[in-house]
T-cell receptor, first 109, second 113 residues
Framework: QKEVEQNSGPLSVPEGAIASLNCTYSDRGSQSFFWYRQYSGKSPELIMF????GDKEDGRFTAQLNKASQYVSLLIRDSQPSDSATYLC?????????FGTGTRLKVLA | ETGVTQSPTHLIKTRGQQVTLRCSSQ?????VSWYQQALGQGPQFIFQ???????GRGNFPPRFSGLQFPNYSSELNVNALELDDSALYLC????????????FGPGTRLTVL
């Protein structure tokens, strides 16, 4: 079993729709959960993080965490073509981040 | 822009050679983590330096080594390069705790021929 699992995609959504990105993790000791966006050929860029069960909203983005189910998700509302990128989920235990392979999102204009 | 810088941007080496990659952390940050990202994969943790000491290491052989300087900039050295070392090498800096949020630099693309 992989430490962090993400559907590689591509996930295609029309412009203006909600994109839902999912991630499961195996380490129950994970404390914080990060979402990064990575455009092709560029480095990861932090979108947001969450460490408590429930929802956390930041603009068009909402992170959801369920530690009992070892599941974290990212919702992107009103998706734009500029959101087309790979989204990396990274649970962390202390200093060590464990990244998934990412989900490629395509927002169709 | 995160304020984290890396050099060089691109590098081509041949198998068996040695390489040094450099990273300057964001102002006010004293922790640097290094990651290797192969094509189509997520970043893999190599090691972290916190206040000039190695704070933790991932599953990488000893030919991957590092250093952090008093100004908190850092180097990643790789000896005896192998073809599989071809990847994007990412440096991430974080604040005054080794568990603070990590912000990535632009990366160095290393190609080993």
């Amino acid at each position: 079993q992989k430490e962090v699992e993400q559907n590689s995609g591509p996930l295609s959504v029309p412009e203006g729709a909600i994109a839902s990105l999912n991630c499961t993790y195996s380490d129950r000791g994970s404390q914080s959960f990060f979402w990064y966006r990575q455009y092709s050929g560029k480095s990861p860029e932090l979108i947001m993080f969450i460490y408590s069960n429930g929802d956390k909203e930041d603009g068009r983005f909402t992170a959801q965490l369920n530690k009992a189910s070892q599941y974290v998700s990212l919702l992107i509302r009103d998706s734009q073509p500029s959101d087309s990128a790979t989204y990396l989920c990274a649970p962390s235990r202390g200093y060590k981040y464990i990244f998934g392979t990412g989900t490629r999102l395509k927002v169709l204009a | 822009e995160t304020g984290v810088t890396q050099s060089p941007t691109h590098l081509i080496k041949t198998r068996g050679q040695q390489v040094t990659l450099r990273c300057s952390s964001q102002s006010g940050h004293n922790t640097v983590s290094w990651y290797q990202q192969a094509l189509g994969q997520g970043p893999q943790f190599i090691f972290q330096y916190y206040r000039e000491e190695e704070n933790g290491r991932g599953n990488f052989p000893p030919r991957f080594s590092g250093l952090q300087f008093p100004n908190y900039s850092s180097e990643l050295n790789v000896n005896a390069l192998e073809l599989d070392d071809s990847a994007l090498y990412l440096c991430a800096s974080s604040g005054d705790s080794s568990t603070d949020t990590q912000y990535f630099g632009p990366g160095t693309r290393l190609t080993v021929l």
